[in-house]
Structures are given as structure tokens and as C-alpha cells.
């Protein structure tokens, strides 16, 4: 089983649409979480890190559930800037190496 | 402030020959990541290296690959003999471990093609 999985999507939706995804991770270990969006053909840029609580950036709201171990994201209002692929990583506290999921890609139509 | 860069951005090279790609961290991180990403799949880790501490080189594929770190900073990543299994974007990461938290940045990539 791979330690982060996500549904590949498409996820097609209309501009101004809301849209949300789960990523699961297997290790109870983890304790940090971040959710990356990749441009095509470009680098993995941070969107947001998870904290326990949830956490709200902008259009984008991340939740994080422990006990069933995933993370989702929500996009708000979509944009079609919005589209790309969203990454989860997750990573143990104190352990240097990052595991990414294979992404969700989300495609924002006029 | 600057952002971790990497060079070249494109690379063609023959299947057998050596190259070697550069990555320049964001300045005062101490930790240094390699990763490669074939087309349409997640990224790869390939090796690991923080401050003046031997490197991790768990995810190196192959006796080819090598990596080196001078002075804390730049680090060079060296494919012998390239195959054409090779082909993948190499993307470096910097972060700033003394947080706790372990946040990367990503430089652009080198697109590696052996043909």
C-alpha cells in the first residue's frame, strides 16, 4: 500500500464552482501535512501546510482528520488559474524525508 | 528573495554519456533534497543532504548516480553512463529544518532526455 494516496481525478469543474478532494495517508506517524500544486510541466510550489485545527487560505481550506488519517482540500469559487494538480505530502515530525501523493488533478472551465 | 534555481533547465544528452545538473539552494537553508519525477508520475527522492552530515543516498536508483554538496550550498547531481530510463524531470528542494517543520522549495527542475 502506498503511504499516500489520492484519486487522480479529473476533477472537471465550472468557474466559481466548489470543488474538494481526500488524500489518505497510512503511517500514524505523520505529524506534518501539506497540500502542493504542480503546474504542467512545472515545479511543485507550496499551497498550504495542514495544522491540526484546519486551516483557511483565501479560497482554500484545508482539514485534516487523525483518526480516519486524511487530509482534504477545498477550493472555493473556483478560478481557472485554479487548475493544476494538487499534491499531498505528509511527513513524520523530525524525519527529513517527504511523501508525495501521485496528485489530484483539477481542471477549471470558463 | 531568491528562490532555489537549478541549471541547466533542459538537457539532451547521447545514452552513455555523463552529465551533471546544479542546484542552488535558497540561502541559509541547511537541507538539501533531491527528487526525480518521470512524466505523469509522483516525485522520487533521491537523496538527502543536511549541513555537514553525511547525506542520505537511500533513493539513488544506481551505482551511476552520485551527488555532491560543496560548503553547505550549491550541490551537483551526476549521472553516469545515462540510460534512457534517465528521462524525468530532476527537481532540487531546500527547506529550513531548524523550525521542526519541514516545509521544501522547489527550484524549476532540470528535464533530463537521453536519447
Known amino acids: 500500500r502506498k503511504e499516500v494516496e489520492q484519486d487522480p481525478g479529473p476533477f472537471n469543474v465550472p468557474e466559481g464552482a466548489t470543488v474538494a478532494f481526500n488524500c489518505t495517508y497510512s503511517n500514524s506517524a505523520s505529524q506534518s501535512f501539506f497540500w502542493y500544486r504542480q503546474d504542467c510541466r512545472k515545479e511543485p510550489k507550496l499551497l498550504m501546510s495542514?495544522?491540526?485545527s484546519g486551516n483557511e487560505d483565501g479560497r482554500f481550506t484545508a482539514q485534516l482528520n487523525r483518526a480516519s488519517q486524511y487530509i482534504s482540500l477545498l477550493i472555493r469559487d473556483s478560478k481557472l488559474s485554479d487548475s493544476a494538480t494538487y499534491l499531498c505530502v505528509v511527513n513524520r515530525w523530525g524525519d527529513y524525508k517527504l511523501s508525495f501523493g501521485a496528485g489530484t488533478t483539477v481542471t477549471v472551465r470558463a | 528573495g531568491a528562490g532555489v534555481s537549478q541549471s541547466p533547465s533542459n538537457k539532451v544528452t547521447e545514452k552513455g554519456k555523463d552529465v551533471e545538473l546544479r542546484c542552488d539552494p535558497i540561502?541559509?537553508?541547511?537541507?538539501l533534497y533531491w527528487y526525480r519525477q518521470s512524466l505523469g508520475q509522483g516525485l522520487e527522492f533521491l537523496i538527502y543532504f543536511q549541513g555537514n552530515s553525511a547525506p542520505d543516498k537511500s533513493g539513488l536508483p544506481s551505482d551511476r548516480f552520485s551527488a555532491e554538496r560543496t560548503g553547505g550550498s550549491v550541490s551537483t547531481l551526476t549521472i553516469q553512463r545515462t540510460q534512457q530510463e534517465d528521462s524525468a524531470v530532476y527537481l532540487c528542494?531546500?527547506?529550513?529544518?531548524?523550525?521542526?517543520?519541514?516545509?521544501?522549495?522547489f527550484g524549476p527542475g532540470t528535464r533530463l532526455t537521453v536519447l
Open positions: 540561502s541559509g537553508h541547511t537541507a
Open positions: 528542494a531546500s527547506s529550513d529544518r531548524t523550525s521542526g517543520i519541514n516545509e521544501q522549495f
Open positions: 495542514v495544522y491540526s
